[in-house]
């Protein structure tokens, strides 16, 4: 196989500025939402004593999840042999260590006393997933960056190990994740055992889709030549992972509905008509798994565009599905007498409210510019895009 | 040494180590360990007589907000509650009879607040007490969301007022809940919600120490037969319930 050269990006493109300047002031943006929570306290927030866990936590795990998609195409070359796919190895295991740095942020930044970060390090609990997850994103980060270290030594041998013990990791991470709120038996809502496996599946999807429009985006703005048929067939990977995440999620809820106890809250998520089972049927079912299957399934004309728009779907439903995992199982109250209509002055037996404040949003927009940020700057100073003859040239 | 004793001493010397480790996190109660509480010679507990329990009255409560500091914002969404008063009606009979009870923190021999907590700032104390390092504790909010009993809630602000020095001054950011009023009970007192329930007249409390046969709330308990909230989840509270 002909060697690839890699380069940096030049960088001094007045897009490529105006780009930098945009990701840049989003972040501070996010920042400054940031810092406003942790000066007057969580109730700048939507959240409250019912539903304690907002959209950061939403913004978090979304971004757990598409990092493995970046990270499972890096070691498509790697480790699964598909030297096709080399060109992008650097550029997506980059992105898989900044998408979790990103999620790092989004879930510390969100604590009551983000100050003590250093706490967890010196306390742990090994029973507590969270404590868990903290040690597997750290230890993922670092093998994330190893990873990509030892391809710019290409030492090939390592870059294998490693890309092995990196999917590895990601599959821990994976499940770690799920398990947050998987594991909780108070809530009807969180409590599954398969909540670490389809977290798995949609991070596939989402991961993967996320890359199929970072690939294209990054190389049509770099001027550089991307072989289209790498990004059809990384469409046709995104159509085997909504298989799975589309039969997970069936099961997980035809699981739930079977059983009477549980007929009120799945009533309540799939049929109340309220913006929860919105957000299930149109943008979880719909946006994330119905309509880019449709697309990508439906015809063979213009692929790449499709694949395109069935990829921009997936990682706006995968958001949703994120939303539906998080926010439902709070709003509904938990249950402390069975069968018996609770009143109290705490909202004991009421379905909470929440919906995302604006300072909630700007802290999850600017975390997520401010990933994209570090990649943009990455890209100037590290080798990581591959050398191709030029194409037309558009904004670097 | 019995086979038994042996365990309870590797048990304690265990919790000692782990306290020696984790000392310096400590300021406001000391000694951590889940287990053995059963051996333990005082295992706090509290039943409550919902037939005794006043519709009307909220003395208990009243008497926690006083004593533990504990913030109204005048909005119920940021409120904070260590203890609330709750009405239940059966949900498919007509006009059933409703009963009135207090709510608060069940003490579970296993709580999965505990379970849950990233830097184990949350412990159970010797005698049972489940407590929160608030030193340590870094807001993450996920025992709000694994607690079944919605026993706790966030500082969701700054609170200035500080009516009773004896308990420590709340900062935003953190997570608390009832204490049990461990700071009187070292100091041979009863829980604050206790002592009004029975000043009050309603009689509908009954603290003491679940592992002393000799006491009030062992007897009642015996005669009784009160039950904890959602038993089926395995926690074992120590808060127990009679006529609900």
Same mark, same amino acid.
Not at chain 1, 64 to 77: D, E, F, K, P, R
């Given at each position: ?45 939507? #959240? ?75 306390? /742990? ?167 880019? #299957? /449709? ?89 990581? /895009? ?11 | ?11 304690? @010397? ?8 984790? !000392? ?12 053995? *509480? ?6 706090? !507990? ?7 329990? !006043? ?18 914002? @005048? ?28 709510? &608060? ?104 120490? &679940?592992?002393?046969? *000799? ?12 039950? !904890? ?16």
């Amino acid at each position: 196989m002909k060697k690839i050269r890699y380069v940096a990006l030049e960088g001094t493109s007045g897009g490529y500025i105006a780009l930098l300047g945009a990701l840049g002031a989003l972040s501070l943006c996010g920042f400054w939402a940031a810092w406003t929570m942790f000066q007057n306290g969580h109730h700048v927030t939507g #959240m409250t004593n019912s539903v304690p866990w907002g959209f950061p936590i939403v913004v978090a795990i979304y971004l757990v999840g598409l990092s493995a998609g970046s990270l499972v195409i890096s070691a498509l070359s790697s480790v699964f042999g598909k030297d096709d796919f080399k060109p992008f190895s650097r550029i997506a295991a980059l992105l898989a260590a900044l998408l979790l740095i990103g999620a790092l942020m989004s879930i510390i930044l969100d604590w009551g006393r983000p100050e003590r970060i250093m706490v967890p390090f010196f306390h /742990m609990n090994p029973r507590s997933m969270f404590s868990l997850n903290g040690m597997l994103y750290s230890a993922y980060v670092a093998i994330c960056f190893v990873y990509l270290w030892a391809m710019f030594k290409e030492n090939e041998k390592l870059v294998k190990r490693l890309g092995l013990l990196a999917v590895f990791w990601a599959v821990l991470v994976h499940s770690g994740t799920g398990a947050i709120f998987g594991f909780v038996g108070a809530r009807e809502l969180y409590h599954s055992p398969l909540l670490p496996p389809s977290f798995i599946a949609a991070a596939l999807s989402s991961g993967t889709a996320l890359m199929i429009l970072v690939l294209y985006l990054t190389f049509k703005w770099a001027g550089k030549t991307l072989d289209e048929n790498l990004l059809k067939q990384l469409g046709g990977h995104l159509t085997i992972f909504l298989v799975v995440v589309a039969y997970l999620i069936l099961v997980e809820n035809l699981t739930r509905s079977y059983w009477p106890a549980n007929y009120a809250a799945q009533d309540f998520l799939l049929f109340s008509g309220n913006k929860y089972s919105l957000i299930f049927w149109v943008g979880m079912v719909g946006c994330g798994i119905v309509f880019p #299957m /449709m697309i990508l399934f439906g015809s063979s004309a213009r692929p790449l565009a499709r694949t395109l728009f069935a990829s921009a779907l997936v990682v706006a439903g995968v958001l949703a599905e994120r939303y539906i995992i998080v926010i439902p199982g709070q709003v509904l109250p938990v249950d402390i007498f069975p069968g018996m209509k609770v009143v109290s002055d705490f909202q004991d037996g009421v379905i909470a409210e929440y919906s995302v404040s604006s300072a909630e949003a700007i802290y999850g927009l600017g975390i997520v510019s401010f990933v994209f940020f570090l990649y943009a700057v990455a890209l100037k100073f590290f080798e990581l /895009m591959p050398e191709t003859e030029p194409s037309k040239r558009e904004d670097a | 040494m019995s086979e038994m004793d042996r365990r309870g001493f590797v048990k304690a @010397g265990l919790a000692v180590l782990a306290g020696t480790a984790l !000392g310096n996190g400590i300021t406001l109660f000391q000694a951590r360990a889940e287990d053995g *509480q059963d051996k333990a010679k005082t295992r706090w !507990g509290l039943v409550i007589d919902a037939n005794k329990c !006043g519709e009307k009255c909220s003395e208990c409560v009243n008497a926690c907000r006083t004593e533990n500091n504990v913030p109204l914002f @005048g909005d119920p969404r940021y409120d904070g509650h260590w203890i609330r008063k709750a009405t239940i009606t059966p949900e498919n009979v007509e006009g059933g009879k409703s009963t009135s009870l207090p709510l &608060l923190c069940n003490h579970c021999e296993h709580p999965p607040c505990k379970h849950v907590c990233p830097t184990a700032a949350t412990f159970v104390r010797h005698d049972g007490i489940v407590l929160i390092d608030k030193h340590r504790c870094i807001g993450c909010r996920y025992c709000m969301v694994a607690c079944p009993y919605k026993a706790r809630t966030f500082v969701f602000k700054n609170s200035e007022a500080w009516p009773n020095p004896d308990v420590p001054k709340r900062s935003k950011g953190v997570v608390e809940k009832c204490t049990f009023c461990a700071h009187r009970l070292d100091k041979g007192q009863t829980p604050a919600c206790v002592e009004a329930c029975t000043k009050s007249g309603e009689g509908a409390m009954i603290f003491g120490n &679940l592992n002393d046969p *000799q006491s009030e709330i062992h007897r009642y308990i015996k005669e009784n037969a009160p039950h !904890g909230l959602r038993e089926d989840f395995g926690l074992k509270p120590k808060v127990l319930y009679k006529g609900v």
